[in-house]
């Protein structure tokens, strides 16, 4: 019996070069053939059916303007779908991966999962930097050093302009970008300053960046949605369990809607997890609006 597994991808010098020059690479799915747009599409839709529960996947929503509520995204599916485990744990993805955070020798792990859907009319993602969003768990192994986080994107609708495609500053992962405090947000200034790009992909493409590249993407203007899967990772040499920790960190600080406790504090989570993607509003306790006001007395 042979091994049907295809050769590992190796990427060419000049893909290498634009993605350290760049801070991002865009492989079409003929680059790549790491999975189909069909299977993409199935697997999608089974993660957006599985039955809602707790201390399982996340699913988390969004507020129209209209004021109606939609789904907006799920975090933390892998462990409850088999065939996107072996897709985004398995060594294809990872020797490209490996390739470009350079370590070859230690692999990634798999950090964090998520689907966005960008449902039709959904919401734009504000400009930000995902490293403020992880740096309280890379103080557990490297106390005052950054992780290199490196994310791939597959599109599993074609991504434009039209519908929201996500934006980067070109070589914005070697500038100081400013932030403003207390999140991943980028100061407005700073955004207005800068030239984005757009990055246009066809259904299964995949789009690789790292946790530092300035990101942005509008809303979806279109009638139809357009979802993508995003996994990030980080140099398995650096310890085992950094996603364990990090979801556990999550869902106690910011839970997915169907799991918030009424009146509970949720202020700290919102402002580590939410100060890009268009979660909804949570009401901060009565206590704590009081105390609040009181010190603008």
Same mark, same amino acid.
């Given at each position: ?16 070069? #634009? ?8 492989? $079409?799915? #003929? ?5 189909? $747009?069909?299977? *993409? ?44 485990? !072996?897709?985004?744990?398995? $060594?294809? *993805? +990872? ?29 734009? =993602? ?12 890379? #103080? ?35 500038? #100081? ?6 999140? %991943? ?16 992909? &066809? +259904? ?6 790292? !946790?530092?590249?300035?990101?942005? !993407?509008?809303?979806? &203007? ?16 650096? %310890? ?18 169907? +799991? ?17 993607? $268009? =979660? ?14 009181? +010190?603008?007395?």
């Amino acid at each position: 019996m042979t091994d049907q597994t295809p050769p590992p991808i190796r990427l060419t010098p000049s893909q290498l070069t #634009s993605y350290a020059q760049n801070g991002y690479l865009h492989l $079409p799915l #003929s680059e790549h053939n790491l999975i189909t $747009p069909t299977l *993409l599409h199935q697997y999608t839709h089974e993660v957006r059916s599985l039955p809602l529960t707790h201390n399982a996947h996340m699913p988390y929503l969004e507020t129209l303007p209209s004021g109606q509520k939609q789904l907006m995204r799920t975090e933390n599916f892998v462990p409850y779908h088999a065939d996107f485990s !072996s897709l985004l744990t398995g $060594p294809g *993805l +990872e020797s490209i991966l490996s390739q470009l955070i350079g370590d070859e020798q230690g692999g990634v792990a798999l950090f964090k999962d998520k689907i966005n859907y960008k449902l039709a009319k959904g919401n734009g =993602f504000k400009a930000h930097l995902d490293a403020p969003a992880y740096s309280h768990i890379t #103080s557990l192994t490297r106390p005052g050093q950054e992780l290199a986080h490196i994310t791939a994107n597959f599109a599993v609708d074609a991504a434009s302009p039209a519908n929201g495609c996500i934006e980067v500053v070109p070589g914005s992962h070697l500038m #100081s970008v400013p932030l403003i405090p207390g999140g %991943g947000a980028i100061d407005p200034e700073w955004e207005k300053e800068q030239e984005w790009v757009s990055v246009p992909l &066809e +259904e299964g493409d995949l789009l690789i960046f790292g !946790s530092v590249l300035a990101h942005r !993407s509008g809303g979806n &203007e279109s009638g139809a949605e357009r979802k993508s899967v995003y996994a990030t990772y980080y140099c398995r040499r650096e %310890g085992e369990g950094l996603r364990e920790v990090y979801y556990q960190d999550r869902r106690e600080r910011f839970p997915p809607d169907h +799991e918030r406790i009424p009146g509970k504090d949720y202020s700290a989570g919102v402002q580590r997890y939410a100060f890009a993607a $268009p =979660f909804t509003t949570i009401e901060k306790p009565v206590e704590a609006q009081t105390a609040k006001a009181q +010190e603008v007395m």
